[in-house]
């Protein structure tokens, strides 16, 4: 894990890091590697930004986006797939049962995506799922729990790579883990610039969790699901642009892109809109709607076509904040 978080630090583009995550001063290793500390991420500094427990929750907040959350979802599905035990969260009881409130929204982001990622492992020997900006790998393990046939692939800057890796072996010990240091033993390779990561190299493995940058290494439109929760809209639009031309090459045929971001946001440095995200014309909403109990966010599943979809622009153009494009929109 040190290796890898080493590694994938020294190489990590500079324009990879925005404003909104310029957090970890240079002794924050220190900190990340300090087992005490690591063994109560989810209630210290080491989870800052990824999750929601630490700066927005309150008790009755909590409980409002619980109570809402079993409108939606049956309360049978919420309690088989959450998880407040790695990490030591602060929880809240209801019921005589614990809950953490950022677990909460996982569970939500789970539920949307199930029937589709179910469908895909009907089909498929093996299903590959990635997610960008995982975090500390809450969502991929729950994805990774409910469906075995899958792969999760979670990228993400190194600090959030270290955590994510803790916290899935401390939840399955016996996990087939692909890092960094692994992936440049297996390829035979001594550096990322030679580095070619296709199907065949990860599908035995259960979690690949290797640095954002190197998206572009991979080759193949194998990936059935590209997810981001929440993170895009934190980044510039620089690092924005590169995911999308990845997502938009490496996305399989009929695959899917669950995009859950702000309409505006502008933390990163640079002015960031949903609407204004670089989507090529391949796409079809499926779910299109404001984000659970978070109406300042946009929830999206599209769906990839092989024909252009004329009417995807217009439909973006629509989207909050309202402006010039907005109303000529509706001429």
């Not at 439109?221 to 934190?234: C, G, K, L």
């Not at 045929?253 to 809109?273: E, M």
Request: with cysteine; hydrophobic share 35%.
């Amino acid at each position: 894990m040190e290796k890898s978080y080493s590694l994938s630090k020294s190489l990590i583009p500079s324009h990879f890091i925005s404003k909104h995550w310029d957090i970890y001063p240079q002794s924050f290793e220190n900190t990340l590697f300090d087992k005490d500390k690591l063994s109560e991420f989810r209630d210290n500094e080491l989870s800052f930004k990824c999750n929601d427990s630490l700066e927005k929750r309150t008790s009755v907040k909590a409980l409002r986006v619980l109570e809402n959350l079993c409108r939606i979802v049956n309360l049978d599905f919420i309690e088989a797939n959450k998880e407040e035990k790695i990490g030591k969260p602060k929880t809240f009881c209801f019921g005589k049962k614990t809950f953490d409130y950022h677990d909460l929204f996982l569970i939500y982001f789970l539920y949307v995506l199930s029937p589709f990622i179910g469908q895909k492992n009907q089909q498929n020997t093996r299903t590959f799922v990635l997610e960008i900006g995982g975090g500390y790998g809450g969502l991929a393990y729950k994805i990774k729990r409910l469906f075995p046939k899958t792969t999760c692939i979670l990228l993400d800057l190194p600090e959030a790579n270290f955590i994510s890796n803790y916290y899935i072996k401390s939840l399955e010990p016996n996990a087939k883990i692909l890092n960094l240091e692994k992936i440049l033993k297996l390829k035979k390779v001594k550096n990322t610039k030679n580095l070619v990561i296709e199907a065949c190299d990860l599908i035995q493995y259960d979690y690949v969790i290797l640095p954002g940058y190197l998206l572009e290494n991979f080759k193949e439109n194998f990936i059935d699901f590209f997810v981001n929760t929440r993170s895009f809209m934190e980044m510039n639009l620089q690092t924005i642009n590169f995911y999308f031309s990845c997502i938009q090459k490496l996305v399989s045929t009929n695959g899917f892109f669950y995009c859950v971001n702000r309409y505006k946001k502008s933390t990163s440095g640079d002015i960031v809109k949903f609407k204004k995200f670089p989507f090529d014309k391949f796409w079809d909403p499926i779910v299109w709607r404001k984000s659970f109990y978070q109406p300042m966010i946009h929830e999206a599943l599209f769906k990839r076509r092989t024909v252009e979809n004329s009417r995807f622009e217009k439909k973006l153009s629509r989207l909050k904040p309202y402006d010039v494009e907005f109303f000529t929109s509706l001429i």
